[in-house]
């Protein structure tokens, strides 16, 4: 079905096709409203009668759409027109990964991978802390956009996974080469089948193949369940062991063996980036504590346990073997003895650990003296855990209590109940940690008798460990003991370097001083006749900035055109149309003006420029000289007399081309 030009809801024209999915094609289209332009995605017109498909299709556009985050494609409309049934998204300018890793032909570099696996775990983080997994992470699906930004796209197979199943409808989901192990036997898929696809896609970027590859999907899949990947350092030796480890971490067939959160595995990719051959990947716990080793028993051990269980034989013993009956009645009072003595026991000991079940009271707003006769009549045991502000129960009297009050929530007789104790409320003033270590925020808190919750951030340009932001503004009013949070970078890992100055240096040098930073380099090309040929004229960024290991630089190389030598002929007899002029010997009056001179004088320029004047004379006919120019322009001659002549000429040339110049009649 052609699209081009259709107008989608009154709204969306649509420009051209830009890409296929195995739901949706994909268009460039024209948000008339807005006046920008946008991706649409439409659904593929042999889904439209399958009502399964249109649920999936709502699906990622319900769920995509709550996602708001720089790595993250974003969605901003949903709609049907007539059998059409499409989502409108962000307009992305770049490659996907899977077309970078093609062109490559081969692993890429391991920083700049690390770089676009936290953002990709970093766009994973903010969809599983909302209830979302994407289910089909793979090279395809990350968009890697001029400015060197990971952008993931296409949830559409993203399911919330609150009372989630095993599969959306039934189906097993997902492209077989990036696969987690349940993925592949159609069970449980949650954020952690993400990891492994991202663990995946790691392996591919830094060996430049798919860790499991055969003839069919089947085959591919039942790899992914039965075979260990083969280690990523064998194929390319230099990754580094961490990296090796994250990603093999990430790849582990069990789920709860692999990282359990994305913000876990960002942890680690930054860590790698600093210290890149450490040991500090750690395996999970998988320890339940079903199954422990004991040592064998010995027989020495067994013997051992027989003689200690031997009695010796007393008197008493030979006194029944003696008399026989007298045994059997001794036995029979001996048990009515232990029966009598059983049920005396049992119910004293009953009676003594019959507890009474009674009702908790409620302390909060209770002062001390109030909470411990009031925990007396019930036989309950008073513990104080502490004192501390708060602003809606005065000094002195409780405000929390553990276990907590509520009706009919009844307790043992002798329990402990413990309480905490007003200071009151406070004044204090916010003070502004944004900018400090985290340390240095939470002791500037406590020393105001406030507190503080750490909300953990990536940032590309906070430093770790630096607080990013506070919710509360500093210099505002607060209770003595209230919290606020505070953001704190636990960075990107991606280091920052100092940009050199390469103007000047040669081509070669000048990509070598920006390789040496990790600096990505691109080469235009121009053109400067004052500079020499290959001298670099420009940067895209100024020496002295800093910026991060793995931006890319453009640096603009003098070019200079290829010279050439034309001759150049001119017949300055034929343009000037002079001819010889006499004088009869027998005139008698003859007259000077009569007499024309031969004299002349020759301009040339090349464009605007003159390059070159001499004299000549009126009847040269073959007037010769040499022009040394590269490209096209426009060369004009002038010829003028001393009779106030003047003659000229005009023609285009191409010096690359043309073999002379030649100006006459």
């Known amino acids: 079905m052609n699209l081009e030009g ?20 994909v268009y460039k289209a024209t948000d008339k409203v807005l006046k920008r332009n946008v991706a649409v995605k439409i659904l593929r017109d042999e ?49 996907t990964l899977k077309e970078i890793i093609v062109k490559e032909k081969g692993p890429l570099p391991w920083k700049w991978s690390i770089n676009v696996s936290i953002q990709i775990a970093s766009a994973l983080e903010m969809a599983h802390r909302n209830n979302i997994i994407h289910r089909d992470i793979k090279p395809h699906n990350i968009i890697i956009t001029e400015d060197g930004v990971a952008k993931v796209t296409d949830f559409g197979i993203a399911k919330a996974v609150s009372n989630s199943t095993i599969t959306a409808f039934g189906t097993t989901i997902g492209s077989v080469h990036y696969f987690s192990p349940e993925q592949a036997k159609g069970g449980y898929t949650d954020a952690k089948s993400d990891i492994y696809s991202l663990g995946v896609v790691m392996y591919e970027m830094l060996t430049g193949k798919v860790p499991f590859d055969a003839d069919t999907s089947v085959s591919v899949a039942l790899k992914h369940m039965q ?40 942890r680690d990719l930054a860590q790698a980036l600093k210290n890149p051959d450490g040991e500090f990947v750690e395996e999970e716990d998988l320890d339940d504590g079903l199954t422990r080793r004991m040592d064998a028993i010995t027989d020495d051990m067994a013997k051992n346990a027989k003689n200690s269980n031997k009695k010796k034989k007393n008197k008493v013993a030979i006194f029944f073997e003696n008399h026989p009956k007298a045994k059997v009645l001794a036995i029979i009072v001996l048990c009515l003895i232990i029966f009598a003595g059983s049920i005396a026991i049992t119910s004293a000991i009953l009676n003594a650990n019959s507890a009474k079940d009674v009702q908790i ?3 909060v707003g209770r002062t001390e003296a109030e909470a411990k006769a009031e925990l007396a009549k019930y036989k309950l045991v008073y513990e104080k855990s502490g004192e501390d502000y708060n602003s809606e129960v005065e000094a002195g009297k409780v405000f929390e209590q553990n276990p907590v009050y509520s009706d009919n929530y009844k307790v043992k007789e002798k329990s402990t109940v413990s309480v905490k104790i007003s200071k009151g409320t406070e004044q204090t003033t916010v003070p502004k940690v944004a900018g400090m270590k985290y340390e240095e925020a939470v002791a500037a808190l406590e020393k105001n008798k406030l507190k503080a919750e750490k909300i953990e951030e990536t940032s590309k340009t906070i430093k770790e460990g630096i607080v990013i932001s506070q919710e509360t503004d500093a210099n505002t009013t607060a209770n003595a003991g209230d919290t606020v949070k505070i953001h704190v970078s636990i960075g990107t890992g991606v280091n920052q370097v100092v940009m050199p100055n390469v103007l000047g240096k040669t081509e070669a040098d000048a990509k070598s001083a920006l390789e040496a930073k990790n600096l990505v380099v691109n080469i ?39 010279v050439n030598k034309v001759p150049l002929k001119i017949n300055v007899k034929e343009i000037t149309g002079y001819k010889e002029t006499t004088v009869n010997e027998n005139t008698t009056n003859t007259n000077d003006s009569m007499v024309k001179s031969k004299k002349a004088y020759i301009s040339i320029s090349v464009g605007d420029k003159e390059i070159f004047s001499t004299d000549t004379q009126l009847d040269n006919e073959n007037f010769n000289t040499t022009i040394e120019y590269s490209g096209k322009a426009q060369v004009t001659i002038v010829i003028t007399d001393e009779n106030n002549g003047k003659w000229t000429r005009t023609q285009y040339v191409d010096f690359s081309k043309d073999t002379i110049i030649e100006f006459k009649k």
């Open 361 to 363: 009271p409620n302390l």
């Open 6 to 25: 259709k107008l989608l809801g009154n709204r969306y024209e649509i420009i051209e096709k830009i890409g296929n999915g195995g739901m949706a094609t």
């Open 227 to 266: 075979e260990d990947p083969v280690p990523p350092m064998e194929i390319n030796p230099n990754i580094p062991k961490a990296v090796n480890d994250i990603i093999l971490k990430a790849m582990q067939k069990e789920p709860m063996a692999r990282y359990q959160t994305a913000t876990a595995m960002i």
């Open 524 to 562: 235009e090309y121009g053109e400067d006749t004052n500079k020499e040929n290959g001298e670099v004229l420009k940067q895209t960024i100024k020496s002295g900035e800093n910026i991060d290991e793995g931006t890319e630089v453009t640096i603009t190389v003098n070019k200079l055109a290829v």
């Open 47 to 95: 889904f439209t009668t399958d009502d399964e498909f249109i649920k999936r299709f709502e699906v990622e556009a319900q769920s995509a759409a709550r996602l708001t985050h720089p790595n993250i494609v974003s969605i901003y409309d949903v709609g049907v027109d007539g059998n059409l049934y499409y989502i409108v998204m962000e307009l992305i300018q770049g490659k």
